[in-house]
């Protein structure tokens, strides 16, 4: 099957509205991030197939980048819709949007969520950069993870996590997350992550209690 390698629009659909991908911002292991055209609270996440301007990924890549990345991002949408994520106040509402590639018939899939800055940097040179987190901030996340740990929540890949624009923290990645039928592993496999996490955020002395999610 020969695939085009560049098509015309970059406009995506979801729920009867459109939104216009602008510039690449950051990237990830299965997606890229790029602005939403018009809209600077907004970003989309979508496959690292997707190549801005409207074009898409060339027929040798298709199946290696695009079909491993879709398959995430899918997967992703799919946990946090089923999961009914956003009853959790550290989940910003998401919209799965789409574009249907004229030449293979699929659709090719992304996810639109509020543009965050990122509270942590696994390059610990970089940690000073990052924006500082506060005793209270920390105290915040840390009783949602326990929260979404309670519920079986499995932070596989690590606790992604952005300020908003009045620096309350989101959890802005669920790739890798899963729902386990044991609260013991949730706890303990989030146990790991967390500590990772203080290790790679901007913070001050971490009192005792908030290191570890065990109570």
Do not use: C
Not at 64 to 90: C, H, L, P
Not at 104 to 130: A, C, E, F, H
Not at 155 to 169: A, E, N, W
Not at 170 to 181: E, F, L, T
């Amino acid at each position: 099957m020969k695939l085009s390698k560049s098509r015309k629009s970059s406009t995506f659909k979801f729920s009867g509205n459109t939104v216009e991908v602008g510039s690449r911002i950051g990237t990830g292991n299965n997606g890229d991030v790029h602005k939403v055209k018009g809209n600077s609270g907004l970003v989309v996440k979508l496959a690292r197939g997707y190549r801005g301007s409207g074009r898409f990924a060339t027929e040798d890549e298709w199946d290696m980048v695009v079909g491993f990345g879709q398959a995430a991002i899918r997967d992703e949408a799919k946990f946090i819709v089923q999961n009914r994520m956003t009853r959790f106040s550290m989940f910003k509402p998401t919209k799965v949007i789409y574009k249907k590639h004229s030449d293979t018939g699929q659709n090719y899939i992304g996810i639109v969520r509020p543009k965050l800055t990122p509270i942590m940097d696994y390059k610990v040179s970089r940690k000073s950069r990052l924006p500082k987190v506060t005793i209270s901030q920390l105290r915040h996340i840390r009783s949602q993870i326990i929260k979404l740990s309670r519920e079986g929540i499995v932070f596989y890949d690590g606790i992604q996590v952005g300020f908003d624009k009045h620096k309350k923290p989101i959890i802005y990645d669920a790739g890798g997350m899963y729902k386990s039928s044991s609260i013991e592993r949730a706890f303990r496999m989030n146990e790991q992550s967390w500590r990772e996490f203080l290790d790679y955020i901007n913070v001050g002395d971490v009192p005792p209690e908030l290191e570890t999610l065990f109570e």
